[in-house]
C-alpha cells in the first residue's frame, strides 16, 4: 500500500498544476494516505467514507486542472489506475470521476 500511496503521491507532483491546485490536491493526499492506513487496521466504515470523499475531490481536481497540460489526460489516468487498484485491493467502492456539468 505504501508503494500505491507514494506513487499517488508522484503522480500529483507531475501533474502540471497551478500551485493553489496541487496545494489543495496536497492536502487531500496528506488527509486521506493515514485513512487508508487506519481503515486497513480497523476496517470501519466512517474511514471508507472520508476516503471515498477525498479520492473523489482529488480525482475530480485534477481531471478539471489538467487540460490544459500536454500530459494532462495520462496523469488523470495513472492516477485513477492505481485508487482504483489500491480501493479494490481495500474491498471499497471504486474510484470514479465525476463528468462535468
Known sequence: ????LNTLRNLIGAAGLADDTRQVLSWCFKMVAP??????????RRYAEDILRLV???LNGLA?????SPDGLSVVRAF?????A???HL???????????
Do not use: I, S
Open 1 to 4: 500500500m505504501d508503494a500505491t
Open 86 to 88: 489500491l480501493q479494490e
Open 64 to 68: 478539471r486542472k489538467v487540460k490544459a
Open 35 to 44: 485513512l487508508y492506513r487506519e481503515f486497513c487496521r480497523v476496517c470501519d
Open 56 to 58: 473523489a475531490t482529488m
Open 91 to 101: 474491498g471499497l467502492q471504486p474510484a470514479r470521476v465525476m463528468a462535468a456539468a
Open 80 to 84: 485513477l489506475a492505481q485508487v482504483q
